[in-house]
């Protein structure tokens, strides 16, 4: 894609209440195509360029449509039209304002962020570049008593934890050996919980055998500052403490080839079972990041996903149980405008929901920020393998799930009841209901994170 090179006209002044040229209640883009005249871009536009009013620019609504216009702006390499949208956006968004400010300026930093990697970096004005580069959040990488503690201070982690515990311990009932494979995002944080529980179990404590898929260095945050080993050896000791004989095991392995080497190895060990172990597979915010192309060579005839080889390729090792917690959110579309209403329609949650726990300007709340930062950066601004944020909604999980030869397993009362007495240590914003046999998290009525269990269809 060519570069922007030529200058475009400056913006109009800024007024004090913060809106460009004045105009208080509306403000008029050129939201057309580039034309000719503009300066050499290949082709004519002959049609008039049209003008929106955008209404209101402190309403959530219309920085949205700014953050599109700009988008589609980045796309048709308009140099001119990007820079005054960048200026409005850097205007009326501070990254230390309100919850829609805060959420806009994030996606005002992953836009510039496209924009350099397409070429287009020259359209962003000096006064725009450097107030993006001081707002920039860095991911903060967590000690394990940190992480810990961060994870404790909203539902969005805990729901799935505290779900999907429960039903890992009604499905292992019996089994003298447990072993749960973690295909995670938080390096371990719900184990503990999990030990505890079997630890505690009528019929005695199982021995646990945990098997824990290393993504690095393609692995979302959160990021952890230890290594496996060292999480591992915390583990075993944990469960010592709690007279649980406990086996931990690293496997490295990346979601762009479908966690291949970790189901190989799985397979392996499944050849030597006596039927004494049950296997588990915990699958906790990564399944999204396995891409949604298609997989296998040109002579294949009906290409597979990447995401349905996987789950077959877990039903092949016949797990007694196969939990799976995800956002409920859609982020796959192709197209960089599509992604881009999808994340700003789901992601005001957690801006929204951090003014509740976290006063302004504390440690954890640049922490809490800069990770939905990285995803918001990571929908807009990547593409191919690097694009890793690719949620889709609870509905296309259950799809997949069933085409891949598993049954939903309903989460009992006692599960319910576990997920409710934990919301309530937290604002009184979140909730809980049941669609289907599924359990979901939401935030003021909008749902937020789904908890599924499957188990082989026969």
Same mark, same amino acid.
């Given at each position: +894609? +060519?570069?922007?090179?030529?200058? #475009?006209?400056?913006?109009p002044?800024?007024h ?22 503009r300066g050499?871009w290949?082709g004519?536009?002959p049609? /008039?360029a ?6 209101n ?5 219309? +920085?949205?449509?700014?953050?599109v216009?700009?988008?589609?702006? !980045?796309?048709?390499?308009d140099a001119?039209?990007t820079?005054?949208?960048l200026?409005?956006l850097?205007?009326i968004?501070?990254p230390?304002?309100?919850?829609? %400010?805060?959420?806009?300026?994030a ?8 924009a350099?990697?397409?070429? #287009? ?6 006064a725009?570049?450097? #107030?993006?580069?001081? &707002?920039a959040?860095? =991911? ?9 503690s ?7 982690h805990?729901?799935?934890?505290t779900?999907?515990?429960?039903a890992i311990?009604?499905?292992?009932? $019996? ?14 944080? %719900?184990i503990?919980?999990?030990i ?5 179990? #009528?019929e005695?404590?199982? !021995?646990l055998?945990?098997?824990?898929a290393?993504? &690095?260095?393609s692995a979302?945050p959160p990021?952890?500052d ?5 999480? $591992?050896?915390?583990?075993? *000791?944990?469960?010592r403490s709690?007279?649980?004989?406990m086996?931990?095991?690293?496997v490295?392995?990346?979601p ?6 970790? =189901? ?8 030597v079972?006596?039927?004494t172990e049950?296997?588990v597979? *915990?699958c906790?915010?990564l ?10 060579? =040109? ?8 995401r349905? +080889?996987?789950?077959?390729?877990l ?11 995800e956002?409920?959110?859609d982020f796959?579309?192709g197209d960089? =405008? ?9 992601l005001? !949650?957690?801006y929204d929901?951090?003014d509740t726990?976290? /006063?302004?300007?504390?440690?954890q709340?640049?922490?809490?920020e ?7 950066e990571?929908?807009? &601004?990547?593409e191919?393998?690097e ?26 009362e006692e599960?319910a ?10 604002a009184?914003?979140?909730?809980m209901?049941?669609?289907?046999d599924d359990?979901v998290?939401?935030?003021?009525g909008? *749902?937020?994170?789904f908890?599924?269990?499957? &188990?082989?269809?026969s």
């Open positions: +894609m +060519m570069q922007f090179t030529h200058t #475009a006209p400056p913006p002044p800024l004090p209440n913060g809106h460009a040229g004045g105009l208080g209640l509306g403000l008029f883009l050129d939201v057309r195509a580039p034309r000719a005249a050499p290949p004519s536009f049609t /008039p049209s003008k929106i009013s955008l209404g620019l402190n309403s959530t609504s219309c +920085m949205e449509q700014l953050l216009h700009c988008a589609n702006a !980045i796309e048709a390499n001119t039209l820079q005054q949208i200026w409005v850097n205007n968004a501070p230390d304002g309100d919850s829609n %400010q805060r959420l806009t300026a996606f005002l930093c992953a836009l510039v962020a496209r350099s990697r397409t070429g #287009a970096c020259k359209a962003v004005t000096a725009v570049a450097a #107030a993006v580069e001081s &707002a959040l860095h =991911v903060h990488r967590f000690t394990a008593v940190e992480l810990a961060f994870v404790d201070l909203t539902p969005w805990r729901f799935g934890y779900a999907a515990n429960a311990l009604e499905a292992v009932e $019996g089994f003298p050996v447990v072993h749960v494979v973690e295909l995670g995002t938080t390096h371990c944080m %719900q503990p919980t999990l505890d529980m079997l630890a505690s179990r #009528a005695g404590p199982p !021995i055998r945990l098997t824990v290393d993504v &690095a260095p979302p990021a952890l230890m290594s496996y080993e060292e999480l $591992g050896a915390k583990l075993v *000791n944990f469960a709690r007279n649980m004989s086996d931990f095991r690293v490295p392995t990346a762009a080839d479908a966690f291949t080497s970790l =189901v190989d190895q799985l397979r392996v060990q499944q050849l079972l006596d039927g049950a296997l597979v *915990n906790h915010m399944l999204h990041t396995v891409p949604d192309e298609t997989a296998g060579s =040109v002579s294949l005839t009906q290409p597979v996903s990447l349905t +080889m996987l789950l077959k390729s039903r092949t090792l016949d797990p007694n149980l196969v939990v799976v917690v956002e409920d959110a796959t579309a960089v =405008v599509g992604r881009l209403s999808a994340a700003f329609n789901f005001w !949650i957690p929901a951090v726990f976290l /006063p302004k300007g504390s440690e709340r640049r922490w809490y800069a990770e939905i930062g990285w995803k918001v990571n929908v807009l &601004a990547q191919g393998v694009r890793v944020e690719r949620q889709e909604d609870r509905g296309r999980w259950g799809q997949r799930m069933r085409s891949a030869g598993f049954h939903a397993v309903a989460f009992g599960a009841g576990e997920v409710k007495a934990m919301l309530n240590e937290h009184a914003g979140w909730g209901k049941r669609e289907d359990l998290l939401t935030w003021k909008h *749902n937020v994170v908890a599924s269990a499957w &188990a082989p269809s």
